[in-house]
T-cell receptor
Framework: DAGITQSPRHKVTETGTPVTLRCHQT?????MYWYRQDPGHGLRLIHY???????DKGEVSDGYSVSRSKTEDFLLTLESATSSQTSVYFC??????????????FGPGTRLTVT | AQSVSQHNHHVILSEAASLELGCNYS??????LFWYVQYPGQHLQLLLK??????LVKGIKGFEAEFIKSKFSFNLRKPSVQWSDTAEYFC?????????FGQGTTLQVKP
């Protein structure tokens, strides 16, 4: 398994509170991604990073921000959590984003419940 | 918009039955195609991938998929499923460096 850890693994928080999820990798891969998984929607890209301090929005970025100050860490922040952000969040890493035999490796996920 | 469609949302099979899960995508250019599996309570793992060459791709655990360009399809197959194949299966395409996932298919294999 690729060296990806996510913390926390489970979190329950109240509406309106800020939440930060952490993804840590030991593979030195350049690309990192945050997805959310919801029934009937598969996985949807929230934000991704193509290098330290280089990030961009994905399909469902509203209400989320990210930061990457080191190659190994990619943080996802919910500035003011809402019940619609209750989901399972997966981090992924990739050596390259180019067209070629590069795959994304996924972390174990964080289950977030917003009450 | 580019999309990936998995037609079967929930499939129930008995052990030893054959499996085929459908996946269609809407993009007409060059695509990289993937099938991922998620066992209960676990993270996504890559089953197989297609980039170029032979359109019949073999993956782990006896799975294979066939890329049919004219049909924009990348269906997953396994000749004989086992109870341990119970999982959720996701098809994905990669365009401009990003993965676009289908909705997923839940496979339940009865012993």
């Amino acid at each position: 398994d690729a060296g990806i850890t996510q913390s926390p693994r489970h979190k329950v928080t109240e509406t309106g509170t800020p939440v930060t999820l952490r993804c840590h990798q030991t593979e030195n891969h350049r690309y990192m991604y945050w997805y959310r998984q919801d029934p009937g929607h598969g996985l949807r890209l929230i934000h991704y990073s193509y290098g330290v301090k280089d990030t961009d929005k994905g399909e469902v970025s509203d209400g989320y921000s990210v930061s990457r100050s080191k190659t190994e860490d990619f943080l996802l922040t919910l500035e003011s959590a809402t019940s619609s952000q209750t989901s399972v969040y997966f981090c992924a890493i990739s050596e390259s984003s180019g067209e070629g035999p590069y795959e994304q490796y996924f972390g174990p996920g964080t289950r977030l419940t917003v009450t | 918009a580019q999309s990936v469609s998995q037609h079967n949302h929930h499939v129930i099979l008995s052990e030893a039955a054959s499996l085929e899960l459908g996946c269609n995508y809407s993009y007409g250019g060059t695509v990289n195609l993937f099938w991922y599996v998620q066992y209960p309570g676990q993270h996504l793992q890559l089953l197989l991938k297609y980039f170029s060459g032979d359109p019949l791709v073999k993956g782990i655990k006896g799975f294979e998929a066939e890329f049919i360009k004219s049909k924009f399809s990348f269906n997953l197959r396994k000749p004989s499923v086992q109870w341990s194949d119970t999982a959720e299966y996701f098809c994905a395409i990669r365009r401009t460096g990003k993965l676009i996932f289908g909705q997923g298919t839940t496979l339940q294999v009865k012993p």
